[in-house]
């Protein structure tokens, strides 16, 4: 059964910048779509962006209070999935982790759904003067 | 964005009790595309249900997923120890949501 580990959460201060990454084992990562979805304190997750695999054209996307300060990327050599996160806010601080997305079949046809099946652990970010 | 309203915020109820927790949208969802997750303390959410009523892998068979449009529900039929957790619902028919959560503890 596949396995993801989030690293590199921290205390920063507001405007700066961390990296977090997941490392991925006991599933072919490159066939994978990663998502990042992140849970701030006593709130409900909040999905954050997804990249696409390679074979799908490695696309990202990210949701709206991220997008222009957070970047998702993969090195797929390393099992390995990123979020660089510049700009960093307050309204930042949250639980961040790292997820797989389903894969569904019909018949012969077959989809990834941006519903999130294998998550990891799960790393703190906390955004504080 | 579309809104997800789960109810009631908190589910008070006995081992063995049947529980019935609802989602509803702001708008209509397409296809379906509605997740239910249930999330223990202090761990990473896990995925139940997909396409409002297809079970993930390994989840047994007393959690069940129904509903269409607007209105979802996730029904738990014979609640064992290890349910009383909080519970999400998800859609991903647009840029993906969560509600924000049904807690359902012991009465």
């Known amino acids: 059964e596949g396995q993801l580990v989030e690293s590199g959460g921290g205390l920063v201060k507001p405007g700066g910048s961390l990296r977090l990454s997941c490392a991925a084992s006991?599933?072919?990562?490159?066939?994978?779509?990663m998502s990042w979805v992140r849970q701030a304190p006593g709130k409900g997750p909040e999905w954050v962006g997804r990249?696409?695999?390679?074979?799908?054209?490695?696309?990202?996307v990210y949701a709206a209070p991220v997008k222009g300060r957070f970047t998702i990327s993969r090195d797929d050599s390393k099992n390995t999935f990123f979020l660089q996160m510049n700009s960093l806010k307050t309204e930042d601080t949250a639980v961040y982790f790292c997820?797989?997305?389903?894969?569904?079949?019909?018949?012969?046809?077959?989809?990834?759904?941006?519903?999130?099946?294998?998550w990891g652990p799960g790393t703190v970010v906390t955004v504080s003067s | 964005e579309i809104v997800l309203t789960q109810s009631p915020g908190t589910l008070s109820l006995s081992p063995g009790d049947r529980a019935t927790l609802s989602c509803r949208a702001s708008?209509?969802?397409?296809?379906?595309?509605l997740a239910w997750y249930q999330q223990s303390p202090g761990q990473a959410p896990r995925l139940l249900i997909y396409?409002?009523?297809s079970r993930a892998t390994g989840i047994p068979d007393r959690f069940s997923g129904s509903g269409s449009g607007t209105d979802f529900t996730l029904t738990i039929s014979r609640l064992e120890a290890e349910d009383f957790a909080v519970y999400y619902c998800?859609?991903?028919?647009?840029?993906?949501?969560f509600g924000q959560g049904t807690k359902l503890e012991i009465k």
């Open positions: 396409g409002a009523s």
């Open positions: 997820t797989t997305h389903v894969h569904f079949c019909s018949g012969s046809n077959c989809y990834v759904l941006d519903a999130f099946d294998v």
């Open positions: 998800q859609q991903y028919g647009a840029s993906p949501t």
């Open positions: 990249i696409k695999s390679k074979v799908d054209g490695g696309t990202t």
């Open positions: 006991g599933f072919s990562f490159s066939d994978e779509w």
């Open positions: 708008q209509s969802i397409s296809s379906n595309y």
